[in-house]
């Protein structure tokens, strides 16, 4: 073989093209490979080194985009428990409480499950595309909710339940997935500051809701919502920025297979199926069926979101700590915590103990969500891959926000005298799932998520020839 051959065929197989950390730098370096030849000496070839910075404008500015879209999406989700105390009360009175969670559970099962094709259209490039598209289905259905008339379960499901959810689904996904083009060694403490966005949304949102509902009525209520995320998305949209490898010209053709033979990421996403957040739906009704005061009730969803959000800015501390000793060596403590307030909910009976309930909860709760996506990219070999591990994770995290709330539904029975411990044990049973799960994976040994799997180096982009 030439001298000239044997260049052309290192070029065509970027065989040293990877993924690499800098401090505070967003560009793309060079790195020589050598080709030697009998006839030609000490020949170096350039090829492109794919650098992911840990910081620097384009990564935070990336930060605060994504933060606005999970505060118009999950934050959003996160404050149905105001829509389903309406619904039950006024709006589809003629239907049961558990036939109305089936709007919030579909969006919230749609929120997860329509990660897979957002995952795998993240995977290909598609990220921008996939960001305008659910940004302008999430406000459009927003003000064709505010249109829907009163007793038509149809109306709201359609354009609650089925539209906002693909409309959420479709931005949640790609915007947490963003975050790891642009973060490496950080990425658990950058996702910790992102998803501080959900826990603020699910305050504000809940407090708007309520008192424009008080004021102008359901119709008002939803439009000034609308307008809302309108704005939110809108920059956005003109704030996150992509840091795809050049390398990556086509979308990688998804291995299932190889994902069911990872017994790791089997198991955390089997033990995902025991979210027991079902309640926070109900907690709105509960407070108003317990006599409490209606001031306080109305912002019961809003006090929850709110620790959780305040437990986010403190689990900044765990998120750090994550990217030093893995993710779930840290979010173990509030997994356990977390489960056994949702049966301290026995005993939540007056004013005091519900405030101090919604608090507790909603901080120990913050930190099973902000690291569970810093996990999951932990477990994904490649860069590459990431989107679609995500994306079948969340749909089955998915499943369980739509069998679940409907479930509760159903065990609480019709008002006025609804049946709550049935509800507090069947969350309480699916949140002590999650333990058993990842008790199982430190049984079996399976543990690359208590530690670095890559032992600190970063994901490789590209396998390279030895």
Not at 75 to 94: D, H
Not at 236 to 245: C, E, I, V
Not at 313 to 326: E, K, M, Q, S
Not at 341 to 364: K, M, P, R
Request: aromatic share 12%; glycine share 12%; with cysteine.
């Amino acid at each position: 073989m030439s001298a000239l051959e044997h260049l052309q065929l290192q070029e065509g197989s970027n065989l040293t093209s990877r993924n690499t950390l800098v401090d505070n730098t967003d560009v793309e370096k060079l790195t020589k490979a050598e080709v030697t030849d009998t006839s030609i000496d000490n020949v170096e070839v350039t090829l492109p080194e794919h650098v992911i910075p840990d910081g620097g404008l384009k990564a935070w500015s990336t930060i605060a985009g994504a933060w606005l879209v999970l505060f118009c999406t999950f934050g959003y989700v996160n404050s149905f428990g105001v829509f389903q105390a309406e619904y039950v009360e006024e709006l589809l009175s003629n239907h049961s409480a558990s036939d109305i969670a089936w709007i919030g559970s579909t969006m919230y099962f749609l929120l997860f499950a329509m990660g897979i094709p957002a995952g795998i259209l993240f995977d290909a490039h598609k990220f921008r595309t996939v960001m305008i598209v659910g940004s302008v289905l999430q406000v459009g259905c927003c003000f064709a909710l505010s249109a829907a008339q009163t007793g038509q379960f149809y109306q709201f499901f359609l354009s609650q339940g089925l539209g906002q959810g693909i409309a959420t689904g479709l931005l949640y996904l790609p915007a947490v997935a963003v975050v790891s083009h642009h973060f490496a060694k950080r990425r658990a403490f950058a996702v910790g500051i992102l998803f501080t966005g959900t826990g603020l949304g699910g305050v504000i949102f809940p407090i708007l809701l309520n008192n424009v509902l008080q004021e102008r009525g359901f119709v008002w209520a939803v439009r000034a919502a609308g307008f809302f995320m309108l704005g939110g998305l809108l920059v956005a949209n003109l704030l996150m920025r992509t840091h795809y490898n050049p390398a990556h010209k086509k979308a990688p053709k998804p291995s299932i297979g190889k994902f069911l033979r990872d017994k790791p990421y089997v198991v955390g996403t089997a033990a995902a199926f025991g979210c027991g957040f079902g309640l926070l739906f109900y907690l709105q009704l509960y407070a108003e069926t317990h006599g409490i005061n209606q001031n306080i009730a109305f912002y019961t969803i809003a006090i929850t979101n709110a620790g959780s959000a305040f437990g986010r800015r403190v689990d900044l501390v765990p998120n750090i700590l994550a990217d030093r000793f893995g993710p779930m060596t840290c979010q173990m403590p509030s997994l356990y915590i977390s489960t056994a307030l949702i049966f301290a909910l026995f005993g939540v009976n007056d004013q005091g103990s519900l405030i101090a309930f919604c608090v507790l909860y909603g901080f120990f709760s913050g930190a099973v969500f902000s690291l569970f996506a810093p996990m999951l990219a932990l477990m994904a070999d490649t860069m590459a891959e990431i989107g679609i591990r995500m994306g079948l994770a969340f749909f089955v995290f998915g499943i369980a926000g739509l069998t679940g709330n409907p479930i509760i539904g159903a065990l609480i029975g019709y008002g006025p005298e609804y049946n709550w411990w049935r509800g507090i044990v069947f969350a309480g049973v699916r949140a002590a799932m999650k333990n058993v799960g990842r008790m199982l994976m430190v049984c079996a040994g399976l543990s690359p998520c208590w530690g670095d799997r890559n032992d600190g180096l970063p994901l490789s982009s590209a396998t390279e020839d030895t």
